[in-house]
């Protein structure tokens, strides 16, 4: 039965005109777009979703197996259980609108691109300025804590910092728009945090007395760190909604972006000061640049 009145080779000239890029195989034909990861298999006979899983590239978002003949329950189940959309010749028809829609496009390379736009956005006093100014005080630090007798010490707690870009998928699996902040990883505890840009200001110096730690991990082991909080803090979530019978089946993804999609900048090691409280009952950290508590982000002793 041809799909949707629609023969193999008209199918396969509609994918190309599309962006598709074809492979052949045994059991059909998978149809392959990169800019927006999706992937289709054109099914040549009865095989389970379960055979095709393998065939689909590991990056697709949105994977779709499409039939000849109505595939059954069972098929549909294995399909709905890998996040595979099935299409058979009735379905084929709809679903291949969606298909067959264009692309988002990539933006072109320009200064959205370029090194020039990763360079460090702070306000540097001078070129000596390695450290974060403080918002909070030791007057506040004592209202915050609400420690009775606290000991407050002022620590300046190394960190890497890096602009960087990243282009995260959409929620439709597309590829979204650059998006450009900062990557901090803490070279005491190898937290990383993301910071917005123009939150922070470097000085050279602070007028209160502090003590100043040394990082224990190396630039080398920087940047897998910095990688790893960027892909997770830009993961986004991808529904899929396939109607069986009378339900609807919606089926979520997580879609991290593509390692390619990353780019880092210079890495510049700064210092973040943050405030200890000691008393009784024990350790109290501030961030004195947020005023969030912390986490003991590491300890000269």
């Not at 540097?124 to 407050?152: F, K, N, Y």
């Not at 890096?162 to 699996?173: E, L």
């Not at 979530?237 to 593509?258: F, K, M, S």
């Not at 090691?269 to 961030?287: A, N």
Request: glycine share 10%; aromatic share 4%.
């Amino acid at each position: 039965m041809a799909r949707a009145g629609l023969s193999e080779p008209v199918l396969h000239r509609l994918l190309e005109a599309a962006g598709y890029r074809l492979s052949s195989y045994p059991a059909g034909t998978l149809a392959v777009r990169s800019t927006d990861r999706r992937a289709v298999f054109l099914a040549a006979s009865r095989i389970g979703p379960s055979e095709v899983d393998s065939l689909f590239p590991p990056p697709s978002v949105r994977r779709t197996l499409v039939y000849e003949e109505e595939p059954g329950p069972a098929a549909r189940a294995q399909a709905a259980e890998r996040g595979i959309e099935v299409l058979d010749p009735w379905t084929l028809g709809p679903g291949l609108g969606e298909i067959l829609l264009p692309a988002p496009a990539a933006a072109a390379p320009g200064a959205d691109e370029s090194a020039d736009a990763l360079d460090l956005p702070f306000p540097i006093a001078g070129s000596s300025a390695r450290t974060v100014r403080p918002r909070v005080g030791r007057a506040d630090v004592e209202e915050l804590g609400a420690v009775e007798g606290a000991r407050c010490t002022l620590r300046l707690v190394p960190h890497y910092v890096s602009a960087y870009r990243v282009r995260p998928a959409t929620a439709h699996g597309g590829r979204g728009p650059v998006v450009r902040q900062l990557v901090a990883v803490n070279g005491t505890s190898r937290r990383a945090e993301i910071w917005e840009d123009g939150e922070r200001e470097l000085v050279e110096e602070l007028p209160s007395p502090y003590q100043t730690l040394s990082p224990q991990l190396g630039e080398a082991d920087v940047a897998p760190i910095a990688l790893d909080a960027i892909r997770r803090h830009h993961t986004v979530r991808v529904d899929h909604t396939e109607q069986h019978g009378g339900a609807l089946v919606i089926e979520t993804r997580r879609v991290v972006p593509d390692p390619a999609d990353v780019r880092l900048g210079p890495f510049l090691l700064v210092y973040v000061p943050h405030w200890y409280i000691e008393g009784t009952g024990g350790r109290i950290v501030l961030d004195a640049v947020s005023g969030l508590r912390k986490g003991d982000p590491g300890d000269p002793d």
